[in-house]
């Protein structure tokens, strides 16, 4: 491994979402985390900003401790124990001097770190620590009962921490799982170091606030976290394998496993061909610590219950990683990380497959990969984006959910959150409220979904079908209380698209992926009036614009029928009409197909 030449930084870590432009929203760019040092003159913007600022430089400091326990973990991953040692005697040194207090630099609503503002930053940060230790003990290498001190330290703060949590009710929260992933990897790593067993299962393990018990918890029985947020799904899931270190996958309870699997499976399930996955909910659109977090959660999970489908997910995350791709997901390896084989291969997923206590479902056909929203807004991560249809392609993202900025950037970030980012549906142009639809139907091609609650006096319902050759997709939006209303549903693409009114017949949309191309035709009852305009892309540069599309009745009651096909399918698509209730699509082979609207 090459040689470093930096330091670890000997000041504590702020709060890495500051780490972001002002003006432009986007996260600012690393430099050198190893360096130990604050970039000189500022913190770079990919728009040409410097930004120098407390909270910027604490946003770094965060950074750079992460990205220093990282590169001590695969130092010792590595076998190159004298280093890695050499560097944890001096971490145990700056956490001694910095870290004996709560964080006084702590925003009012955060549960306080003791190096970093957050206890989950702290946590995080731990776990890394406690992990490579735990791999210097099984190496043999001497001098690690010097860390001891830190390691206990670690673990009496993360279960101060999950006291203040449970204490509260927030058992279910994702701090709690990595609190205790913290504790476990702390603790574990201390006994080894001490060469005496653990005893630390109940507390950490087992017991009513243990990491089974917060998997139950927080875990819904249709596999999705409880946020519904692609991001914090994957940050659970990670903290729990990795909290699952020395375990045998076959001795982890049935409906704990169960639950895992079941977590593995709703990656499997959402990914697109290509490893895509969509950033529902609140959490990065496009990042590069993200793609090594998804590199390192599908080696993991390689290890426990494989699913062949999350291949191709490593496969995108490498890609995006790029030059700081360390390795460290290789030198995981399957078969070394638990005390057992894996369990048996999870199955392909079903071209429908519906989550329905998350509200989610992915509809596959003939080259488009849709996804439609209609669940529970998912808390503090939620978005305001009820019957949202996001589409995707192999790897094209031609109409995707836009993710999130650094939650620092207020006024960004309420925009990722809202109505108005979404490809979903609006009314009379104000927010939707937070709310949750339901299932209405379900079959092996298509899904129905309904929401009432997202505008008094107005129901919504939305049936996507997967076709042999396209994607028919029907917005019924009905005011069930009161006068005609402005009824609009929107299109919102993460690509450059061309938008054609024709004189007859449908409007015609090409969204350009690359080497991947979608058509959609576009008719409603009563017609809609077609309005485009710029506005921001998704979160990983909101000053990138795109072409957002409004497609606005006033009306007490809405049709809008959208059908998609990929451009290396066929026959080809030549017109699309609404008769009575009934969608017919007619192709250049002459043929037709008839679809229902479900409302």
Not at 8 to 37: F, K, M, N
Not at 544 to 551: A, F, Q, S
Request: hydrophobic share 45%; aromatic share 8%; glycine share 12%.
């Amino acid at each position: 491994m090459a040689a470093v030449n930096g330091a670890i930084p000997r000041e504590r870590g702020g709060w890495w979402h500051a780490y972001v432009c002002p003006a432009h929203g986007v996260e600012l760019d690393h430099g050198d985390p190893l360096s130990g040092v604050f970039p000189a003159g500022g913190a770079r913007c990919a728009r040409g900003c410097r930004v120098d600022t407390p909270e910027v430089r604490g946003a770094w400091t965060v950074l750079s401790h992460q990205t220093w326990a990282r590169h001590i973990r695969v130092l010792a991953l590595r076998g190159e124990d004298t280093e890695a040692l050499r560097l944890l005697l001096a971490y145990a040194e700056v956490y001694r001097e910095l870290a004996g207090e709560s964080h006084e630099g702590a925003q009012a609503w955060m549960l306080r770190g003791r190096l970093f503002h957050q206890a989950l930053t702290d946590a995080i940060w731990a776990v890394t620590v406690g992990h490579t230790v735990w791999t210097l003990a099984e190496h043999g290498t001497p001098g690690t009962d010097a860390l001891l001190p830190l390691l206990d330290e670690l673990e009496r703060a993360a279960l101060d921490a999950r006291h203040v949590l449970v204490d509260r009710g927030d058992l279910a929260s994702n701090y709690t799982t990595w609190l205790t992933a913290a504790g476990i990897a702390t603790g574990r790593a201390a006994a080894l170091v001490r060469g005496t067993p653990w005893d630390g299962a109940e507390q950490w393990l087992e017991g009513p606030h243990g990491l089974y018990a917060q998997l139950r918890a927080c875990v819904s029985a249709d596999g999705w976290e409880w946020e519904g947020s692609t991001y914090y799904h994957g940050f659970v899931l990670r903290a729990a394998l990795l909290a699952l270190r020395g375990v045998a996958p076959a001795d982890v309870p049935a409906d704990v496993a169960a639950l895992l699997t079941g977590m593995v499976d709703v990656l499997a399930a959402l990914a697109t061909d290509g490893g895509v996955l969509p950033a529902l909910n609140d959490g990065p659109y496009l990042r590069v610590p993200l793609a090594l977090e998804w590199l390192e959660l599908c080696a993991l999970a390689d290890g426990f219950a494989p699913a062949p489908r999350l291949a191709a997910v490593a496969a995108r995350a490498r890609l995006e990683a790029g030059d700081a791709d360390d390795g460290l997901d290789r030198l995981l390896g399957r078969g070394s990380w638990f005390a057992g084989p894996a369990l048996p291969a999870r199955p392909v997923p079903a071209p429908v497959t519906v989550f329905e206590t998350a509200g989610y479902a992915v509809v596959r056909a003939a080259g488009a990969h849709a996804v439609l929203a209609f669940g529970p807004h998912g808390g503090s991560h939620g978005h305001r984006d009820k019957l949202a249809l996001s589409l995707y392609g192999q790897e094209a993202c031609w109409q995707p959910d836009p993710g999130e900025v650094p939650y620092g950037h207020k006024e960004f970030r309420d925009h990722y959150a809202s109505t108005a980012a979404h490809p979903a549906f609006a009314v009379d142009g104000a927010e939707q409220a937070e709310c949750a639809g339901r299932l209405l139907a379900r079959d092996a091609t298509s899904v129905t979904a309904e929401v009432t609650g997202a505008y008094p006096g107005v129901r919504a319902v939305r049936r996507v079908e997967a076709a042999p050759t396209h994607l028919v997709d029907v917005l019924t939006l009905d005011v069930t209380d009161g006068g005609p209303r402005r009824l609009t549903g929107q299109l919102r693409p993460g690509v450059a698209l061309d938008v054609q009114t024709q004189a007859e017949g449908p409007l015609r949309t090409t969204w350009y992926g690359g080497d991947e191309v979608l058509h959609g035709w576009h008719v409603a009852s009563p017609p809609v009036r077609p309005v485009t305009r710029p506005g921001p892309g998704p979160a990983d540069d909101p000053q990138v614009t795109r072409t957002w599309v409004d497609l606005t009745a006033r009306a007490s009651r809405l049709v809008l029928v959208s059908v998609y096909q990929a451009a290396a399918q066929g026959p080809a698509v030549t017109g699309v009409r609404l008769a009575g209730g009934e969608v017919v699509v007619e192709l250049a082979d002459g043929t037709r197909t008839g679809h229902g609207t479900g409302a």
